[in-house]
T-cell receptor
């Protein structure tokens, strides 16, 4: 079975600073996807970034980037130039590369950005 | 981007009644839909996976007779909480998967807050 672990229940950062959220996972699969989702107070799940396991290059989306270490099964999210709107709960998620399989979520990290 | 809607967004019901929550993919056909449950400040817990025209697959520990899932079409799945009790109070989120090339994009509904009195 696959598991996703987020060891930081809460984090805080000042505006304009950089913060890194940690995620580790366990799987015996070789082909899979990893994701970071953001859930703001509205509770709408928003995809932040996606990484295909077969790609060595780390994914980036504007201020968001990941550090994907496949051998170490580590998938951290770096948020640069943090903004107040980044305040949310962030979930790391795993999905097998098989049609019809569900996302498996970590427990989440609550990020607070202050001015 | 693709949109998934849920109705109702909030519902309050009396203990013992049944409540139906609808999940619709508005501008795409969903090969698979998923139902999650989320407690305050907790993670999303997968309840069941639903494929159009077939029976839902429930996760271990989820009572299929209590949480009835019907996937009537490629754009609609419903979750019925039967004989609801206060412990069923929670936030329920659906997601729908669209096939885009080799990758199955997944989109989330806005969620339904259920309160059972």
């Amino acid at each position: 079975a696959q598991t996703v672990t987020q060891s930081q229940p809460e984090m805080s950062v000042q505006e304009a600073e950089t913060v890194t959220l940690s995620c580790t996972y366990d799987t015996s699969e070789n082909n899979y996807y990893l994701f970071w989702y953001k859930q703001p107070p509205s509770r709408q799940m928003i995809l932040v970034i996606r990484q295909e396991a077969y790609k060595q290059q780390n994914a980036t989306e504007n201020r968001f980037s990941v550090n994907f270490q496949k051998a170490a099964k580590s998938f951290s999210l770096k948020i640069s130039d943090s903004q107040l709107g980044d305040t949310a709960m962030y979930f790391c998620a795993f999905m097998k590369q098989i049609a019809g399989t569900a996302l498996i979520f970590g427990k989440g990290t609550t990020l607070s950005v202050s001015s | 981007g693709a949109v998934v809607s849920q109705h109702p967004s909030r519902v309050i019901c009396k203990s013992g009644t049944s409540v139906k929550i609808e999940c619709r993919s508005l501008d795409f056909q969903a090969t698979t839909m998923f139902w999650y449950r989320q407690f305050p400040k907790k993670s999303l817990m997968l309840m069941a996976t639903s494929n159009e025209g077939s029976k839902a697959t429930y996760e271990q520990g989820v009572e299929k007779d209590k949480f009835l899932i019907n996937h009537a079409s490629l754009t609609l799945s419903t979750l019925t909480v039967t004989s609801a009790h206060p412990e069923d109070s929670s936030f329920y989120i659906c997601s729908a998967r669209e096939r885009r090339g080799s990758y199955n994009e997944q989109f989330f509904g806005p969620g339904t807050r259920l309160t059972v009195l």
